[in-house]
């Protein structure tokens, strides 16, 4: 889904990651860059030093609450076929756009990544990462009852030309991660310097959240509403529940990416 672009600067050669979503958008999105570190993200004024280990190894978790929220995977063919619900195992091509949407039963913190075909990893929510998409609404905290649309309700991601195996991540906290937000924040910086051994520091320390969250069960389920979206990438498409006992959980779910 992701590729790089080599894009001179002031004289000076930065490396972006391009975002090939978006499809109402005249041009692709480009990672805004790492936010401003804060003493609750670092427990320090200070950008991050490269290491081997930015603590999440040790990181504990609490299992001592219940998470359920709906939500639904879609996408439609470049072809301009009907719209399908995206489900784990399925064959998508380059070319075919797809979207996200979820609606908590209470308010939480969610953070979406995928790992794309090329082997690298994005953090698609919060959408604060990339432009063209919907910037203003899909920040943490989520809100009970309010529908999600991922990368946004006029938007949605288009596959490139690079194919491989790609794997979405869904995973929801009942509080907020600093840790996790400053790994991601990290994961931006070191891919826009252009420093390929601590991004792989980074995706590592990032993919140990995900190892350790709680595995979710989903189901489809004909009462969960599906919301329509103003490019009908929803429409006829059946929603599904995440439900998981605990306060940290993950679900996941694989596709194939094909020419």
Not at 27 to 54: C, R
Not at 64 to 86: A, H, M, T, V
Not at 121 to 139: E, Q
Not at 204 to 223: H, L, T, W
Request: hydrophobic share 30%; glycine share 8%; with cysteine.
């Amino acid at each position: 889904m992701m590729k790089n672009l080599l894009k001179e600067l002031i004289g000076l050669s930065l490396l972006a990651m391009v975002l090939q979503g978006c499809v109402s958008s005249s041009s692709p999105g480009i990672p805004k860059g790492a936010e401003p570190y804060t003493k609750a993200d670092t427990e320090s004024n200070q950008s991050p030093t490269p290491t081997s280990d930015y603590g999440i190894k040790n990181a504990t978790f609490q299992s001592s609450s219940n998470i359920e929220i709906d939500f639904s995977y879609s996408y439609r063919p470049k072809n301009g076929g009907p719209s399908r619900s995206l489900q784990n195992g399925e064959k998508l091509h380059s070319g075919d756009s797809y979207k996200i949407q979820f609606t908590p039963k209470e308010a939480g913190y969610v953070y979406i990544f995928q790992s794309d075909s090329g082997g690298q990893l994005f953090r698609l929510f919060p959408t604060t990462d990339f432009s063209g998409a919907d910037v203003r609404n899909n920040r943490n905290p989520v809100q009970a009852h309010r529908t999600y649309f991922v990368p946004g309700e006029s938007r949605s991601f288009v596959l490139d030309k690079q194919v491989g195996n790609e794997t979405i991540h869904f995973l929801v906290f009942n509080e907020q991660n600093p840790g996790l937000e400053a790994k991601s924040r990290a994961l931006l910086q070191f891919r826009q310097q252009g420093n390929q051994e601590q991004v792989d520091v980074a995706q590592a320390n990032i993919s140990d959240y995900i190892d350790k969250g709680v595995e979710a069960q989903v189901r489809f389920d004909k009462d969960v509403p599906v919301k329509s979206d103003s490019e009908g990438i929803f429409d006829n498409v059946q929603g599904r529940r995440l439900e998981c006992q605990g306060s940290n959980c993950v679900s996941s779910l694989k596709f194939r990416h094909l020419p």
